[in-house]
């Protein structure tokens, strides 16, 4: 059974900040890993989307890693901004077509 | 483009009453899913469909039903409320092509059930 896990669950930083969230998952064979966003009381947004056989995503300030032989992703947010925070999610397309989702982390970035 | 809407946005509900929550989208996808978000976790899966009249399960299933007539909605049943239903319901939906499917969520509805 796949299982997601993010860490840490979550972070505080000061403003400007370049930071790192990590993401592991259990079975190798996914179709694709997605990065999300959500702010309080709101829906999902989707960040990035690293195909399989994809290494990487880059959007702005956001770059996204996926090494699916070793089942891990990270999120690199560069000099990060009180906008930022949020909390980010990770989910992967397991074989059988359904996303499966990681608890999270909440990332707040102090001014 | 709406995008994907839900409806209602707040339900309270007594313990045993049935509901329906509403969920459409006007991109033409095939792929709809409806998730549960409680507090602490991570979205997990109710049911989902690949297309019109094709549902399947997800991780949990147990007290939801599910349909889908049209490419446009898939509603949420619940057939008997109960308090551990309480939670957070988010539908999804997506192109269908399971490489590069990017996931559009709708708003969200915050389920009470007393």
């Known amino acids: 059974k796949q299982e997601v896990t993010q860490i840490p669950a979550a972070l505080s930083v000061p403003e400007g900040e370049n930071l790192v969230l990590n993401c592991s998952f259990t079975d190798s064979a996914i179709y694709n890993l997605q990065w999300f966003r959500q702010d309080p009381g709101k829906g999902l947004t989707s960040l990035l989307l690293i195909q399989s056989s994809q290494r990487e995503q880059t959007s702005g300030r956001l770059n996204a890693s996926l090494d699916k032989s070793s089942g891990r992703s990270t999120l690199y947010i560069a000099a990060s901004q009180p906008g930022d925070s949020a909390t980010y999610l990770c989910?992967?397309?397991?074989?059988?077509?359904?996303?499966?989702f990681g608890s999270g982390t909440r990332l707040l970035v102090r001014p | 483009n709406a995008g994907v809407t839900q409806t209602p946005k707040f339900q309270v509900l007594k313990t045993g009453q049935s509901m329906t929550l509403q969920c459409a989208q006007d991109?033409?996808?095939?792929?709809m899913s409806w998730y549960r978000q409680d507090p602490g976790m991570g979205l997990r899966l109710i049911h989902y469909?690949?297309?019109?009249?094709?549902?399947d399960q997800g991780e949990v299933p147990n007290g939801y039903n599910v349909s889908r007539s049209t490419t446009e909605d898939f509603p949420l049943r619940l057939l008997s409320a109960a308090p551990s239903q309480t939670s957070v319901y988010f539908c999804a939906s997506s192109y269908g092509d399971r490489r590069s499917d990017e996931q559009y969520f709708g708003p969200g509805t915050r389920l009470t059930v007393t």
């Open positions: 469909s690949v297309g019109a009249g094709i549902t």
């Open positions: 991109m033409n996808h095939e792929y």
């Open positions: 989910a992967v397309m397991d074989s059988s077509y359904k996303l499966i």
